[in-house]
């Protein structure tokens, strides 16, 4: 396993639809081994393969409840509303309130190719929903509106 180099604000590789996995061999499970550990090394709850320069639907995610890893995500349905603040290990000291669906049903391939579904809630939902964004070449900052009035930040969360 190693860390690799995250990048940062313009980078090109941000801007890419990454293409699907179609392997799943050593070389993926390399890749998804790596991505975990870079995550954890730079305290964040979600990392996308582009992020690091891959340009494969690839991410993967932790909120706290353990490590789940998506090859070639799909979401299903969303469902209701939540609004917070949101930041990403691509863009370093920055952070802004997006609003994004409260659930989220997602279909993905394990490093088998296994097919899960996950009906994810709450920040599982919001790194689901930024992550798969990160897969379309899109990062959340075009997503960044004004809080409501009287929001309070408790926390923020680097995905
Ligand atoms: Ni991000």
Known sequence: MAIRKIFTDD?????????????FDKKLSDLIDDMAETMYDAEGVGLAAPQIGILRRVVVIDCGDGLVEMVNPVIISTEGEQGDMEGCLSFPGKSGYVVRPEKVVVRAYDRHGVLYEYKAEGLFARAVMHETDHLDGKVYLRLVTEPPEGFKVNGEDDE
Request: proline residues 0%; aromatic residues 0%; hydrophobic residues 30%.
């Open 11 to 23: 980078a090109e590789c941000l801007t890419k639809v990454c293409r699907e996995v179609t392997k």
